[in-house]
């Protein structure tokens, strides 16, 4: 594996006679979406802090790209920290400025670049973050969801390499949550910087990360990735993981993948020998499509029915569906064999191509801001596996099955 | 230093020994109070001694400007009727003192020279420290405690250079100014009221007001005004600046409690400086 950009070692932090962060080691690799979860109050935002040089650790070592912090020439260092960028948890946009002046507050303070260019890119991030009609607005003259957009805009327009966000779902509601998150990874694909977040959005932030850090008791218990995550056996996955994670998913009404996973042992258990069951995989195609004409909060809306829309469809006939990436949800039917499984699929397809797809187009529809034609495709596949064998490979199965059951069509809309 | 304490929040040599413990307790408070003292005098200047390093950097310009809008401009009506009314109310004073021992010609001299070395750039500093000293804790503090200064150290942009130099080189500009308006306005305060009200001889007053003072008075006005600017922009900024570190109080309330500190510990400070600069330059 590559050298961690960022590593600590030993790391310890105390504010007084307490101790919040007790030789924490970690390491956090270039390129990725890393975020670190871990209950309120157990020194997430201490330990992102420690990262971009606010706090200074009084034991132990933080080495960026290999060399310590502490070792490095005063312009070295300022070199290494000017790639990174932060993201407050409350935003900490200037009140007294607008959203355009706190976008270009960076540039105009840290660059010698030129008024034109300095317009040429708030601009230019201020269209990519669909802030455009707020550029003359105060920040309390914002929604939570814009003031969030305005501070990833201010994080963003220096181009930076790092971007540490700091609980940047706080406060939001669940749409929005996932908007938000949406958002996070589609500028981290698209600009490629290494994101860092602290979160408790348990589990909606494992969609869009790529390693999980488990900070437990002053110290991280966990780093891999969110699969990994899902076999650690430790007390914070009961303390930590159970309590943030809630009976049923908040955004579409499906279980976790954790539970998913429980509920499909169960019914394993239950199982005989030769009995099989059947997987359904749907996916929503043409995701970044609808992101892009339509909006983060629009697309989360049309996941949120899609997801409502199968579990009302297939939970009446006792199956149970978890939603395992961003745009793709999978249905177990336990008590079906694979031509029973079809024929379900052709009549929710007929009901899906009749109603569902226009329900799943109303929802985004009510969040969208404007009025663009946007086309997409609903795919479904499926497959058959036996008790023995596991679930994954099943669910690879359906996938690699899935076909066009539905699209909406630019004409068919009005 | 972390303290060794028992269960009841007592060191043991406190528990060993209460009598001696109970004597030494009110000495222990003092020394801690000066231990405080000092160490915020020495975290002050240096706190304003990288302020003015920062002061002559490049995109300063627009912010001092700023700023002597802010200090300055918008303090110059308040300026202008306090320096009115403390002129007639000296006008007034002097012309019945005087007139009992037949110099009411001296009023001119009385009134301008009062303004000019002490009443003007006291007051003047009083004034700014009650309009501008508050607003300024006030807004550093909010800044402070929803984590603007965080994010700005964040951006690589000097919290210090970005707040605080701007706002300590335009009280510098600002003060001296200011207690110049005053005085004239105090000098046509005074004109008003003994000239026009009481019947004083006009010629007299303004022949007494221009001969009686001489450069050395409106010098030593204008280093008083400096020295003032100093204290109430150091003072005010570092209150609020440094909100998140009181330990009575947090938040809103810290900022509330550093903006009485800030006004108050000025005036205080303005009174002492004003009594040591006197006996220095007279």
Redesign the interface.
């Known amino acids: 594996m590559e050298p961690p950009l960022i590593e600590f070692k030993d790391v310890t932090k105390r504010f007084g006679?307490r101790t919040v962060l007790e030789r924490v080691n970690l390491q956090i690799y270039e390129g990725q979406v890393t975020t670190i979860i871990g209950l309120s109050g157990s020194g997430k935002s201490v330990l992102l802090k420690h990262i971009?040089?606010?706090l200074k650790p009084d034991e132990g070592t933080i080495l960026f790209k290999g060399k310590p912090l502490t070792t490095m020439k005063k312009n070295e260092k300022?070199a290494s920290?000017?790639q990174?960028?932060?993201m407050?948890q409350?935003n900490?946009?200037?009140?007294?400025m607008t959203v355009y002046e706190n976008i270009a507050?960076?540039l105009?303070?840290?660059t010698n670049l030129k008024k034109a260019e300095i317009d040429l890119r708030v601009t230019a991030r201020m269209e990519q973050l669909e802030l455009s009609d707020a550029a003359n607005k105060y920040p309390s003259e914002l929604s939570g969801g814009m003031q969030k957009r305005a501070a990833l805009a201010?994080a963003l327009v220096?181009d930076p390499k790092i971007v540490l966000f700091d609980e940047p779902t706080s406060g939001q509601d669940p749409v929005r949550k996932n908007a938000i998150l949406s958002m996070i990874a589609k500028y981290q694909r698209k600009f490629g910087f290494t994101a860092i977040l602290v979160s408790h959005e348990i589990p909606d932030v494992y969609f869009i990360s790529n390693r999980i850090l488990a900070l437990y008791d002053q110290a991280i218990v966990f780093q891999g990735t969110p699969e990994e995550l899902e076999n650690f056996d430790h007390p914070f996955k009961d303390e930590v993981i159970l309590s943030l994670e809630g009976l049923q998913e908040e955004l579409t009404g499906l279980y976790s993948k954790r539970q998913f996973k429980v509920l499909h042992h169960l019914q394993w258990k239950q199982k005989t020998p030769g009995e099989s069951y059947s997987v359904v995989v749907f996916t929503l195609e043409e995701m970044d499509a609808i992101i892009t004409s339509l909006g983060h909060e629009a697309a989360q809306e049309a996941l949120r029915s899609m997801g409502v829309y199968i579990d009302k469809h297939f939970g009446a006939i006792g199956g149970f569906s978890t939603r395992r990436h961003t745009n793709e949800f999978v249905t177990v039917l336990p008590d079906s064999d694979l031509t029973e499984v079809e024929s379900m699929l052709k009549d929710f397809i007929d009901d899906f191509q009749g109603q569902g797809i226009r329900g799943i187009w109303a929802g985004g529809r009510k969040q969208a801001a404007s009025e663009v034609c946007v086309e997409f495709a609903i795919l479904a596949g499926i497959a058959q596996g036996q008790p023995i064998g596991e679930i994954d490979s099943v669910i690879n199965s359906a996938k690699h099955q899935q076909k066009e059951i539905a699209r909406l069509r630019c004409d068919v809309r009005r | 230093m972390a303290l060794n304490t028992d269960s009841q929040g007592l060191s043991k040599g406190e528990a060993r020994w209460p009598l001696v413990t109970l004597l030494t307790r009110p000495f222990a408070a003092i020394g801690r109070a000066a231990i405080r003292w000092i160490s915020n005098l020495g975290a002050s200047a240096v706190f304003l001694f990288l302020a003015i390093l920062n002061i002559v950097r490049p995109k300063q310009g627009p912010k001092i400007i700023q700023q002597i809008y802010f200090i300055g401009a918008k303090s110059s009506m308040i300026i202008m009727l306090v320096g009115l009314s403390t002129g007639m109310v000296m006008g007034l004073q002097f012309y019945r003192a005087l007139v009992k021992v037949g110099a009411e010609g001296a009023m001119g001299t009385l009134v301008a020279l009062s303004l000019v070395r002490e009443m003007g750039p006291m007051l003047t500093a009083i004034m700014i420290a009650a309009r501008a000293g508050s607003a300024i804790t006030a807004e550093i503090g909010i800044q402070r405690i929803s984590e603007q200064i965080d994010a700005l150290e964040t951006m690589r942009i000097d919290p210090l250079r970005y707040l605080i130099s701007p706002r300590i080189a335009a009280s510098i500009i600002s003060f001296p100014l200011l207690t110049a308006l005053f005085d004239l306005i105090g000098m046509i305060g005074g004109y008003i009221s003994g000239v026009l009200l009481l019947g004083a001889n006009s010629g007299t007053y303004l022949h007494r007001v221009q001969v009686s003072m001489e450069m050395e008075d409106v010098t030593e006005g204008f280093i008083k005004a400096i020295v003032f600017a100093v204290i109430v922009s150091t003072v005010c900024c570092y209150q609020g600046y440094f909100v998140h570190m009181r330990t009575d109080s947090h938040g809103a309330k810290a900022v509330g409690l550093s903006t009485t500190s800030a006004v108050v510990l000025s005036c205080v400070l303005i009174m002492v400086a004003d009594y040591v600069l006197t006996s220095l330059l007279i």
């Open positions: 006679l971009i040089g606010l300022a920290l000017a990174f960028s932060y407050f409350d900490a946009l200037f009140d007294s507050l960076p105009r303070e840290t201010r220096t």
